[in-house]
C-alpha cells in the first residue's frame, strides 16, 4: 500500500480543495524536473500548478497566481501518525 497525496490540493482555506491535515504532513511538489517551494494549488492529472505572483493581492485579499502546465508529481514529506518510515539500506 502506497501513502499517495491527492491528485488536487490547494493552500487556501477557502477552496474546496484544501484540507489541513494533509498539507500539515507537508508536500513535495516537483514540476518540470525542478523542485518547488512555492506552489498554492495543484493538480497532477490536468499537469499544472499555480504559484503566487510576489506579493500582488486581488480585492478579497487573495494572492494573485499564475497556472504552469506541465508534468507534475506530489509526495509526502512526513510520514502518517502511527505509520514507519521505511528503512533505507
Given at each position: ?15 474546496p480543495?484544501?484540507?489541513e491535515?494533509?498539507l ?28 503566487a ?12 497566481t ?6 507534475v ?17
Amino acid at each position: 500500500m502506497t501513502d499517495t497525496p491527492p491528485d488536487r490540493l490547494s493552500s487556501n482555506p477557502r477552496s474546496p480543495f484544501f484540507d489541513e491535515d494533509k498539507l500539515a504532513r507537508g508536500i513535495g511538489i516537483r514540476f518540470n524536473d525542478r523542485e518547488r517551494h512555492d506552489v498554492e494549488e495543484y493538480c497532477i492529472s490536468e499537469g499544472w500548478i499555480r504559484v503566487a505572483l510576489g506579493k500582488k493581492v486581488d480585492r478579497k485579499g487573495n494572492p494573485l497566481t499564475l497556472k504552469y502546465s506541465g508534468p507534475v508529481e506530489a509526495w509526502y514529506e512526513h510520514p502518517a501518525d502511527g505509520a514507519e518510515e521505511p528503512n533505507e539500506q
